[in-house]
């Protein structure tokens, strides 16, 4: 009893301490503070096509890229590049102004590649602007890519076409980035047909020579996805995902993983020396992406989905990625940003390499990296005195080319991810900085593989706000001074009726922001979708509505309600995007006049409490009282239980009922008596011979349990059971004996004269007396002396023996009643000689058992009707 009283003291004193101790959990999903469905987005203009387009009615837009360039938004698809003016009316999405038309002329050749129809179009997929006027634009033109460059302006085309190899994919399905920098085209996609050549390449530049990465070469690039290229500071960094050849153990077939990658080339790169590196990257290093939820069991957000642009993070120049689970995972994504300066921290780290035959990738030592070190450009830091990357010492170009891998990982900012989302996967990002009145806040908006978007703010606060009285982060912390996170809005805007495609069409697969017209265009493979920034509209005149949305893109005006900001708005307006002002719910069933504050159904988080309300139990304290209510309970039946305890009276034992006789069944007639189960204890075993079914032994019983146990068909009184098929029983030995003794004692007639030789000659014999039988000994040998009743055995003489027919046949003559069951047993001997194993008699010829055969006629007719 004191033990569980003092259980009980220790429970109340530690459960309402536990929170402080419990490892922080996986952050849960966010509930969305306003629902946006199908219904409400109906109205927003789209766009699936040109009118009277057979090609597009037939096959749908079939999305490609989007580029917002100088208030115009190109659009490349399928034979096309559309040009959307920014500036016209927001409830038309439609190319008024101009198109282009770019279709191909090899669609034979596509044909004879065994390529369906479908398939042999021109898709455009890269669209990138060369200069402030110049398009650059690459198709797979029926897997056959070109290129061309178009003015901006009017779309028309600029100069001769050149190759697209290793400039765009030839298959729309496989991933490619591109930029220009410095009048060079960086490109990143495959380089050959068959999709083996996986190369990251620069070409275009009238004073940089074509560089490209090593061929075919798993340590540079393994299975890439390419998602982002973009250029900071002297170098170029690529954005993508790989099967990690770090995580898999060599010669092994195992689960491939894909992880998150950041690679970086020099913009000053010039290739290698003629030995080493010759027209190959120099520069070339790239760095693993960790995008992960920390704890006891660290949790990998490692598919790398989509990178922003470089944007001003808390002060700092970072970017963001959103990241996924592995395919044969759980569904979920991440947002993290990572910072660039970590990023570049990171490239300064120490190398990868094999070692030893588990596939591990340990660190290489600094002393046996060379100088200057491998991957550093050409002229700055620690190559200063390198004029170009041709004059790296060929130890250090050998050295690059063999270690292209650090073996650190970038960390994300603020050690964990911005925003977390299960059971879907998201897939592309678009990011505003600058929201709000005074654009001090950042908004996230997210495309979803069901065809929603998600509208994440993270919102400031002061940096007493992050942390509760127990020290412990606030929900939804980013690990950031004064960072939290909210999940706005959650908008539908896929419809199968409104926007055609094939399998998978809900998937959005591009978003581009326009702060200026505070408009967000999704798109989808068969349509484009032209949505809103906010829905202010919605909280009509309620002002608490207002505010408690918490949107920085919607303020309170007394005179016009809820509307979204600009800056032609007067002064006077009221956002609560902190929460600073604690107001939730809604105007609802209220009048419209003014800012109602009548506690109504609420829309935007937990009900406010009313003056007056009884006080919420705390949790701990709620815990303590259960437990102390269940030992206390526990102890009082206790109690209870011991005074009211009675000694227990002796239990006899039941008679058993009488079981009712079941009627005899007639012997199964068998044609040959069955085979005796194997086992030391009967005469023979034959392990060779297949048995139908298995027999179930008997346990081993003393003499005197089988003395003391009732003979076969007296197990239940009265009851005579009736003989079944399968293995005879065994007999006692007085039953033995008995039979021994007489001739009827043998269950079947023998006749009782001196038996011949090869009869019953080494078998028991009736008519020889008890005292001269040799009796077998007790362990070890055959105990079975009799034959079924039923069944008798055949005259069978040994294998050694020889006996003539005659004699056969005589014995065969004396036992007219011999049943024709046939049985193998072994022999027991004659008296005086071995007990086991047959009787030693002189060989004696026997006759042949062969027909005879007729003979040959003399003269056999050749043919029907002849002599």
Avoid at 741 to 766: D, M
Avoid at 820 to 845: E, I, K, T
Wanted: aromatic fraction near 6%; charged fraction near 20%; glycine fraction near 10%.
């Amino acid at each position: 009893m004191l033990g569980v009283l003092l259980a009980f003291v220790l429970v109340l004193i530690v459960v309402p301490g536990a929170p402080r101790g419990v490892a922080q959990s996986f952050p849960r999903d966010l509930v969305p503070r306003s629902t946006v469905g199908l219904a409400a987005t109906a109205t927003y203009p789209r766009f699936g096509g040109l009118r009277g387009d057979n090609v597009t009615t037939q096959l749908g837009l079939d999305f490609q890229r989007m580029l917002r360039l100088n208030g115009t938004l190109f659009v490349a698809a399928r034979d096309h590049i559309y040009a959307f003016d920014l500036g016209q009316d927001k409830r038309v999405l439609y190319p008024e102004r101009q198109h282009l038309t770019w279709e191909t002329r090899d669609r034979e050749s596509c044909a004879m590649r065994g390529k369906l129809q479908d398939e042999c179009h021109n898709y455009i997929r890269v669209l990138v602007p060369r200069d402030a006027r110049t398009l650059f634009a690459c198709g797979t033109n029926a897997f056959n890519p070109v290129c061309r460059s178009y003015e901006a302006r009017s779309l028309l085309q600029e100069g001769e076409e050149v190759s697209g190899q290793a400039r765009c994919p030839f298959d729309t399905r496989q991933s490619n980035v591109a930029l220009f920098a410095d009048g060079s085209l960086y490109s990143a996609t495959v380089a050959d047909f068959q999709a083996s050549d996986a190369v990251i390449y620069r070409s275009l530049g009238a004073r940089s020579p074509p560089l490209r990465t090593l061929k075919y070469s798993s340590r540079w690039l393994q299975e890439p996805h390419f998602v982002q290229a973009l250029p900071y500071g002297p170098y170029i960094y690529f954005f993508f995902r790989e099967i990690a050849v770090e995580l898999g153990a060599p010669g092994k077939l195992c689960v491939q993983v894909a992880v998150a990658r950041v690679a970086r080339v020099c913009r000053n790169d010039r290739g290698g020396s003629p030995r080493v590196l010759e027209r190959r990257w120099t520069s070339f290093l790239k760095a693993r992406l960790q995008c992960t939820v920390p704890g006891d069991a660290v949790f990998y957000f490692d598919v790398l989905e989509a990178v922003t642009l470089p944007h001003a993070l808390h002060g700092r120049p970072a970017v963001l990625a959103l990241f996924g689970t592995q395919p044969n995972s759980i569904p979920g994504s991440a947002v993290c940003a990572f910072y660039l300066a970590d990023v570049e921290r990171a490239f300064e780290g120490h190398f990868a390499e094999p070692r030893g035959a588990a596939g591990a990738w340990p660190p290489v030592p600094e002393e046996r990296v060379p100088r200057p070190r491998p991957g550093c450009c050409a002229g700055m830091g620690p190559a200063t005195a390198i004029v170009t990357s041709g004059d790296f010492p060929d130890e250090t170009l050998a050295f690059a080319k063999e270690h292209p891998l650090l073996h650190g990982a970038v960390a994300p900012a603020g050690g964990r991810p911005l925003f977390t989302r299960t059971g879907t996967r998201l897939t592309q990002l678009a990011v505003d900085v600058g929201a709000g009145p005074r654009g001090n806040h950042t908004v996230l908006f997210l495309g979803a593989e069901d065809g929603r978007v998600l509208k994440v703010l993270a919102a400031a606060r002061s940096p007493g706000d992050v942390q509760n009285a127990g020290g412990t982060a606030a929900p939804g912390d980013t690990g950031e001074p004064g960072a939290e996170v909210l999940l706005l809005e959650e908008i539908s805007l896929y419809e199968p009726r409104w926007c055609r495609g094939p399998r998978g069409a809900s998937r959005v697969l591009g978003l581009e922001l326009h702060p200026p017209g505070q408009e967000l265009f999704v798109a989808f493979a068969g349509c484009l979708v032209r949505l809103p920034l906010s829905r202010c509209a919605q909280h009509g005149a309620c002002r608490r509505s207002c505010l408690a949305a918490r949107d920085p893109y919607c303020v309170w005006l007394p005179p016009g309600g809820c509307v979204p900001f600009s800056e032609d708005l007067p002064a006077g307006f009221e956002q609560d995007v902190e929460g600073a002002t604690g107001l939730t719910g809604t105007c609802h069933d209220a009048p419209a006049t003014g800012d109602g504050d009548e506690d109504r159904d609420l829309a935007h988080g937990v009900r406010q409490a009313v003056p007056g309300a009884v006080a919420a139990v705390p949790v701990p304290v709620l815990v303590g009282c259960v437990l102390g209510a269940f030992v206390l309970g526990a102890l009082a039946a206790g109690l209870l239980a011991a005074c009211t305890r009675r000694p227990a009276a002796p239990k006899g034992a039941p008679a058993p009922p009488a079981a009712p006789c079941p009627p005899p069944q007639p012997p199964t007639p068998r044609l040959y008596p069955p085979l005796p189960p194997h086992g030391g204890d009967r005469d023979w075993d034959h392990p060779e011979l297949p048995t139908p079914e298995a027999t179930p032994e008997p346990p081993a019983r003393t003499p005197r349990e089988r003395a003391a146990e009732p003979r076969r068909g007296l197990g239940t009184p009265g009851c005579p059971e009736p003989p079944g098929p399968g293995p005879p029983p065994k007999a006692s030995l007085e039953e033995r004996l008995q039979r021994l003794q007489g001739p009827g004692g043998s269950g079947w007639p023998v006749s009782p004269g001196p038996a011949a030789a090869g009869s019953f000659a080494n078998r028991v014999q009736p008519g020889v007396p008890l005292a001269s039988v040799p009796l077998p000994p007790r362990e070890g040998a055959p105990r079975r002396l009799d034959v079924p009743p039923d069944s008798p055995p055949p005259p069978r003489r040994p294998l050694a023996q020889r006996h003539s027919l005659a004699g056969m046949a005589g014995t065969a003559a004396r036992l007219p009643s011999v049943a024709r069951g046939l049985a193998r047993m072994h022999s027991l001997g004659a008296p005086g000689g071995p007990p086991w194993g047959p009787r030693p008699v002189p060989l004696q010829r026997s006759l042949s058992m062969k027909p005879p055969v007729l003979p040959k006629p003399l003269l056999v007719p050749t043919g029907p009707g002849q002599p």
